[in-house]
Nanobody, 120 residues
């Protein structure tokens, strides 16, 4: 099994910044993609940013130019640097990892989520 754990959420004022971190651990043979999703109250979960091994990052339009996703392949970690935050960014942020376990089965794992609240 592969576990995913997020950290770094919290309360920030509009215009502020936060950095989220996510670590994947367990029986990992290879991670193909890691990403961040978010779910605001009363809304569906949406993709925020993803990054594949050796590929370019992909962002939802609403965060382009403000958020940056990065990955440390050696540590099986992914980060989300969030700048110029607005109240519309308030949501629970979830980390996702996809790849192949040591048993050579594919996996998709989700974290428990971390709350990000943007408010004055």
């Amino acid at each position: 099994q592969v576990q995913v754990v997020e950290s770094g959420g919290g309360l920030v004022q509009p215009g502020g910044s936060l950095r989220l971190s996510c670590a994947a651990s367990g029986r990992i043979f290879r991670i193909d993609a890691m990403g961040w999703y978010r779910q605001a109250p009363g809304k569906q979960r949406e993709l925020v940013a993803t990054i594949r091994s050796g590929g370019m990052p992909n962002y939802v339009d609403s965060v382009k130019g403000r958020f940056t996703i990065s990955r440390d392949n050696a540590k099986n970690m992914v980060y989300l640097q969030m700048n110029s935050l607005t109240p519309e960014d308030t949501a629970v942020y979830y980390c996702n990892a996809e790849g192949i376990e040591s048993s050579l089965r594919r996996f998709t794992s989700w974290g428990q989520g971390t709350q990000v609240t943007v408010s004055s």
